[in-house]
């Protein structure tokens, strides 16, 4: 008989209410999904003066601002969340919601909600800010640029989950993140544009699973993609959340090792 | 099959940990059994015995090795979606976020839950309702099987599955959670416990089954499982007096006997002939059988002999409704 796939939305809400909760009173949760980001642009904003952009042919303000949006979507809701569903499962919560009526894509969802409102409502001011302060123009193309997000959040969601499988403790998520974290950060555009790197080194970083989603907002922002890069970095990125998301399905642990 | 009657069908269960052969661990072998609408059925067995394997299967949480399990009609595992809402679990060792409080908590499985009760009510059943503001991290184990037991009712269950319902509990705590069990099968929930306190089984159970080694050893209602084993008399010879001074065993009932310095112990399954025969010849020899002890067997005997005795180091047969030294950690109960 076929499993009938249903997806509750009050079900996730109630879920992800008590995880906000969670979230409000975990000052670390908080710091990493709040501060660090912020903090993170800063310090890139400043890194970023030194190099010649010319290439790349645009502003620090640009590169950092667009940049900043891989780095919310790596804190406030990748690293977070392999905390988060590590700290479930070693609490037995994630077992013990199995044996209720959340279906298992509810219940990784609905733990990933509070991190998706607080990334995204960062995003949002970081695009206000830009706008009013940092002199950038107004977004561009907003449906590359929503469609850029939604691809991140999906993937970096899907991403913890399969990450969170290699963490045996909450402490050790953050040892299990670097690797994504820093390959991104150093080969995704987070901090150097593609158009500014050597070209076989832009292909290679093109392909890696967070570079397609800076490449959308970038270009939603900033306007001067093509269709034919729009559809290429779309395809990538679909590409890599199904991967993650059968990755997830595939090995992520609903109870602790013993 | 006819589901109206019985709600939960096992048969020719099996599950296995690991690969085929020696590497792997058959925690499961071959258990077979209904329980009907409105019984309490209890599972017992000792450490191992794989009561938790069992219940895991029936819940929906693990996919049978081979075999076949419905719940209310439904394959629980492939049909989680029409099962789910209408069954309550209370796992062995469930866990709840840390940082929440218990109303928080139950507020959570609330909007999780179909038609469920409201969060007062859920925690009043369990007598929880002053506790409600306080942080799971600050409450004690038995507290935490209360909450637990809290969330299984919340929906209002027709089967109800406790894994080990009452294990850290005090004195007090358990027979309030009995009084719980008894009135929510008055009401005509389907119950099915795995225990480790015969006291337990025996004043809850309509039906019983006592689990080795993944099998289940013997089966059916507390009365029948205990019949099955033999009574008990004891006493002890005057000097001068020996065994076979008595009359033939064989002829009075008696189905095995031992001597240890002087004090004789008869199994029988028929005591009362057995006594009589024995008290007869007493009177006629004028002989003072000191120490006269006859008693039925009890559940806990009739466990200890189909289970073994505890594990290394535990006093087997402490005292009635003393844990058999079993099941101590969650997940490893394969």
Same mark, same amino acid.
Not at chain 1, 211 to 232: D, F, K, N, Y
Not at chain 2, 95 to 112: I, K, N, Q, S
Not at chain 2, 233 to 240: K, Q, S, T, Y
């Given at each position: 008989?076929?499993?009938?796939?249903?997806?509750?939305?009050?079900?996730?809400?109630?879920?992800?209410?008590?995880?906000?909760?969670?979230?409000?009173?975990?000052?670390?949760?908080?710091?990493?999904?709040?501060?660090?980001?912020?903090?993170?642009?800063?310090?890139?904003?400043?890194?970023?003066?030194?190099?010649?952009?010319?290439?790349?042919?645009?502003?620090?303000?640009?590169?950092?601002?667009?940049?900043?949006?891989?780095?919310?979507?790596?804190?406030?809701?990748?690293?977070?969340?392999?905390?988060?569903?590590?700290?479930?499962?070693?609490?037995?919560?994630?077992?013990?919601?199995?044996?209720?009526?959340?279906?298992?894509?509810?219940?990784?969802?609905?733990?990933?909600?509070?991190?998706?409102?607080?990334?995204?409502?960062?995003?949002?001011?970081?695009?206000?800010?830009?706008?009013?302060?940092?002199?950038? /123009?107004?977004?561009?193309?907003?449906?590359?640029?929503?469609?850029?997000?939604?691809?991140?959040?999906?993937?970096?969601?899907?991403?913890?989950?399969?990450?969170?499988?290699?963490?045996?403790?909450?402490?050790?998520?953050?040892?299990?993140?670097?690797?994504?974290?820093?390959?991104?950060?150093?080969?995704?555009?987070?901090?150097?544009?593609?158009?500014?790197?050597?070209?076989?080194?832009?292909?290679?970083?093109?392909?890696?699973?967070?570079?397609?989603?800076?490449?959308?907002? /970038?270009?939603?922002?900033?306007?001067?993609?093509?269709?034919?890069?729009?559809?290429?970095?779309?395809?990538?990125?679909?590409?890599?959340?199904?991967?993650?998301?059968?990755?997830?399905?595939?090995?992520?642990?609903?109870?602790?090792?013993? | 099959?006819?589901?109206?009657?019985?709600?939960?069908?096992?048969?020719?269960?099996?599950?296995?940990?690991?690969?085929?052969?020696?590497?792997?661990?058959?925690?499961?072998?071959?258990?077979?059994?209904?329980?009907?609408?409105?019984?309490?059925?209890?599972?017992?067995?000792?450490?191992?015995?794989?009561?938790?394997?069992?219940?895991?299967?029936?819940?929906?949480?693990?996919?049978?090795?081979?075999?076949?399990?419905?719940?209310?009609?439904?394959?629980?595992?492939?049909?989680?979606?029409?099962?789910?809402? =209408?069954?309550?679990?209370?796992?062995?060792?469930?866990?709840?976020?840390?940082?929440?409080?218990?109303?928080?908590?139950?507020?959570?499985?609330?909007?999780?839950?179909?038609?469920?009760?409201?969060?007062? *009510?859920?925690?009043?059943?369990?007598?929880?309702? =002053?506790?409600?503001?306080?942080?799971?991290?600050?409450?004690?184990?038995?507290?935490?099987?209360?909450?637990?037991?809290?969330?299984?009712?919340?929906?209002?269950?027709?089967?109800?599955?406790?894994?080990?319902?009452?294990?850290?509990?005090?004195?007090?705590?358990?027979?309030?959670?009995? *009084?719980?069990?008894?009135?929510?099968?008055?009401?005509?929930?389907?119950?099915?416990?795995?225990?480790?306190?015969?006291?337990?089984?025996?004043?809850?159970?309509?039906?019983?089954?006592?689990?080795?080694?993944?099998?289940?050893?013997?089966?059916?209602?507390?009365?029948?499982?205990?019949?099955?084993?033999?009574?008990?008399?004891?006493?002890?010879?005057?000097?001068?007096?020996?065994?076979?001074?008595?009359?033939?065993?064989?002829?009075?009932?008696?189905?095995?006997?031992?001597?240890?310095?002087?004090?004789?112990?008869?199994?029988?399954?028929?005591?009362?002939?057995?006594?009589?025969?024995?008290?007869?010849?007493?009177?006629?020899?004028?002989?003072?059988?000191?120490?006269?002890?006859?008693?039925?067997?009890?559940?806990?005997?009739?466990?200890?002999?189909?289970?073994?005795?505890?594990?290394?180091?535990?006093?087997?047969?402490?005292?009635?409704?003393?844990?058999?030294?079993?099941?101590?950690?969650?997940?490893?109960?394969?």
């Amino acid at each position: 008989m076929a499993k009938a796939v249903s997806i509750s939305v009050p079900r996730m809400t109630a879920l992800g209410r008590a995880e906000f909760i969670l979230l409000g009173r975990n000052k670390m949760g908080l710091y990493v999904a709040l501060l660090l980001p912020v903090m993170m642009v800063w310090g890139v904003r400043r890194a970023i003066g030194e190099v010649d952009l010319g290439e790349a042919g645009m502003s620090v303000n640009e590169v950092a601002l667009t940049g900043a949006f891989g780095y919310i979507l790596l804190f406030a809701v990748y690293q977070h969340l392999v905390s988060a569903y590590v700290a479930r499962r070693e609490e037995l919560v994630l077992k013990r919601l199995r044996t209720g009526e959340t279906s298992d894509a509810e219940i990784l969802t609905g733990t990933a909600l509070p991190a998706v409102a607080v990334a995204l409502a960062q995003c949002v001011l970081l695009v206000v800010a830009g706008v009013l302060w940092l002199d950038l /123009r107004s977004v561009a193309r907003p449906d590359l640029m929503a469609i850029g997000l939604l691809l991140g959040v999906a993937m970096s969601i899907a991403l913890a989950a399969v990450t969170a499988s290699w963490a045996k403790t909450v402490q050790g998520s953050q040892l299990v993140t670097s690797p994504l974290m820093l390959i991104s950060v150093a080969g995704s555009g987070l901090m150097v544009p593609l158009e500014a790197m050597p070209d076989t080194m832009a292909d290679i970083c093109s392909l890696l699973p967070l570079t397609p989603v800076i490449q959308l907002v /970038r270009g939603g922002w900033l306007g001067g993609m093509s269709a034919h890069e729009a559809g290429g970095a779309i395809l990538t990125g679909i590409a890599w959340t199904i991967v993650a998301a059968y990755g997830a399905k595939r090995w992520f642990r609903w109870e602790p090792r013993r | 099959m006819d589901i109206g009657d019985s709600v939960i069908d096992v048969s020719g269960l099996r599950r296995r940990y690991g690969p085929a052969g020696d590497e792997g661990f058959e925690a499961v072998r071959d258990i077979s059994f209904t329980v009907a609408r409105g019984e309490l059925f209890a599972l017992l067995g000792t450490n191992g015995a794989g009561k938790t394997s069992t219940v895991e299967l029936l819940e929906g949480l693990a996919e049978p090795t081979a075999g076949e399990v419905r719940v209310l009609g439904h394959d629980p595992y492939a049909e989680r979606s029409a099962v789910r809402p =209408r069954i309550g679990v209370m796992l062995q060792e469930g866990g709840f976020p840390a940082d929440l409080t218990v109303a928080e908590t139950v507020r959570m499985w609330a909007g999780c839950t179909t038609g469920a009760r409201p969060v007062a *009510e859920a925690l009043e059943l369990v007598d929880m309702l =002053r506790r409600k503001d306080v942080r799971i991290k600050q409450l004690s184990g038995g507290e935490r099987r209360r909450l637990d037991l809290a969330l299984a009712l919340l929906g209002r269950p027709e089967v109800l599955f406790l894994d080990e319902p009452t294990t850290g509990l005090d004195p007090e705590a358990r027979h309030n959670t009995w *009084e719980l069990v008894r009135r929510l099968r008055a009401e005509g929930t389907t119950v099915l416990l795995t225990t480790h306190y015969l006291e337990e089984a025996e004043a809850l159970a309509d039906q019983l089954a006592i689990m080795r080694e993944g099998r289940i050893v013997s089966s059916g209602t507390p009365e029948e499982v205990i019949g099955s084993y033999p009574a008990r008399i004891r006493f002890a010879m005057p000097v001068g007096w020996f065994v076979g001074d008595l009359p033939p065993l064989a002829e009075l009932g008696v189905v095995r006997h031992e001597e240890e310095r002087g004090r004789i112990e008869l199994q029988t399954r028929e005591l009362q002939r057995t006594l009589t025969g024995l008290l007869l010849w007493a009177r006629e020899k004028n002989v003072e059988l000191e120490g006269l002890d006859a008693r039925t067997a009890s559940l806990e005997e009739a466990f200890l002999a189909i289970a073994g005795a505890g594990p290394a180091g535990e006093p087997a047969g402490a005292g009635p409704g003393a844990g058999l030294g079993v099941d101590s950690v969650a997940g490893r109960n394969a």
